[in-house]
């Protein structure tokens, strides 16, 4: 990551340059049901920045359902 370029959160965290958006996050409690650890948080900050989202179509993925 050293050549990428970066900003910080207000709460200090890193945040890659140009994203589409993004979250900080306090971790509240973690699940634990059957293999799989599912994280509840608290969002604590966010922001929107000027790149695109990234859809699942456009990166090939596609879910049944």
Known sequence: FDNVKGERSPGGLPVVAGVAGWMECKLVEVVVR???RIA???TVE?????GKP????????????
């Open 34 to 36: 059957g293999d799989h």
């Open 40 to 42: 509840v948080a608290e």
């Open 46 to 50: 966010f922001g929107v920045g000027e």
């Open 54 to 65: 990234l859809s699942l179509d456009a990166l090939g993925w596609h879910y049944a359902g």
